[in-house]
């Protein structure tokens, strides 16, 4: 199984802040890699598939990078609306993984 | 407008069985592969199980194989999700989701989630 591993867990940020979090996968996924975003109580949303293919209405401030093993989801300047949490999920292969999950809060 | 809505979730004794349903609509049922993803009160994601469009292929997680059966009815724009000998670490919100492609393994589109309760 290809495990995925997010870093950090949690981020204190402030509105306006650049936001960078990694995702790395124990095998080379090459660009199947999404992003989502879950607030508390809701469903995740899916931001980001492709590893940097924005999804259709999605803030252009939310940036996806990278291929292989080592992914990174920036947003490049935190609003209030985008303080949730953001995991990361191999599309690769079965079984489908996801990171453990990026809380991201506010200063 | 598109929606998925589970049904089913109930609080149930370890050992026990449950069967959740997901009912489509606004979109075409049968061009897309399906999937259950669950979360643990307070956990992250994990994934549970996939359909083809078809219904030929299925996976599991390792941790369900052997106890929970994945369903679809196209003809009723209905997923299923057939929960036997279940365990306290069953415990989860159940997710039905839709990949965003065909042929691609990313979930475009998920259900508000049934509370699955495994507890004596």
């Known amino acids: 199984d290809i495990q995925m591993t997010q870093s950090p867990s949690s981020v204190s940020a402030s509105v306006g802040d650049r936001v960078t979090i990694t995702c790395r996968a124990s095998?080379?996924?090459?660009?199947?890699l999404a992003w989502y975003q879950q607030k508390p109580g809701k469903a995740p949303k899916l931001l980001i598939s492709?590893?940097?293919n924005l999804q259709s209405g999605v803030p252009s401030r939310f940036s996806g990078s990278g291929s292989g093993t080592e992914f990174t989801l920036t947003i490049s300047s935190l609003q209030p609306e985008d303080f949730a949490t953001y995991y990361c999920?191999?599309?690769?292969?079965?079984?489908?993984?996801f990171g453990g999950g990026t809380k991201v809060e506010i200063k | 407008e598109v929606h998925l809505v589970e049904s089913g979730g109930d609080l149930v004794q370890p050992g026990g069985s449950l069967r959740l349903s997901c009912a489509a609509s606004?979109?075409?049922?049968?061009?897309?592969?399906m999937n259950w993803v669950r979360q643990a009160p307070g956990k992250g994601l994990e994934w549970v199980s996939y359909?083809?469009?078809?219904?030929?292929?299925?996976y599991y997680a390792d941790s369900v194989k052997g106890r929970f059966t994945i369903s679809r009815d196209n003809a009723k724009n209905s997923l299923y999700l057939q929960m036997n000998s279940l365990r306290a670490e069953d415990t989860a919100v159940y997710y039905c989701?839709?990949?965003?492609?065909?042929?691609?393994?990313?979930?475009?589109?998920w259900g508000q989630g049934t509370l699955v309760t495994v507890s004596s």
């Open positions: 989701a839709r990949v965003a492609r065909g042929g691609y393994y990313e979930i475009g589109l």
């Open positions: 606004g979109l075409t049922f049968s061009s897309y592969e």
């Open positions: 359909i083809s469009s078809s219904g030929s292929v299925i």
């Open positions: 095998q080379g996924i090459s660009s199947w």
């Open positions: 492709d590893a940097s």
């Open positions: 999920q191999q599309a690769n292969s079965f079984p489908l993984t």
